[in-house]
Nanobody
């Protein structure tokens, strides 16, 4: 079993920045891809960003491209999401996700095997 724990959420003014962290622990053997998603009440979970096992490849949804940056530190089993130029519409619960056995990045939600419990990000106008 793999455990994921997000941290770094909070309240920030529009235009501000936050850095989310995701700690990966448990039974992690071999390569795994990671991703970040978010969800607002009554809405489906939205893909934001993905990163390959070695960190060389990243992918972003259009709404966050140029503002958010995903990165990882495999030595520390950590994944990060740097969020800049935040907007009120970025307000959501943010989740990291783990796709077991993948070297390439993964953008399809159903390919992710484990999820964190989420961290709230609130952007005030």
């Amino acid at each position: 079993q793999v455990q994921l724990e997000e941290s770094g959420g909070g309240l920030v003014q529009a235009g501000g920045s936050l850095r989310l962290s995701c700690a990966v622990s448990g039974r992690t053997f071999g390569a795994y891809a990671m991703g970040w998603f978010r969800q607002t009440p009554g809405e489906e979970r939205e893909f934001l960003a993905a990163i390959s096992w070695n960190g060389a490849s990243t992918y972003y949804t259009d709404s966050v491209k140029g503002r958010f940056t995903i990165s990882r530190d495999n030595a520390k089993n950590m994944v990060y999401l740097q969020m800049n130029s935040l907007k009120p519409e970025d307000t959501a619960v943010y989740y990291c996700a783990y796709a077991e056995g993948y070297i390439r990045l993964v953008i399809t939600e159903r390919e992710y095997d484990f999820w964190g419990q989420g961290t709230q990000v609130t952007v005030s106008s």
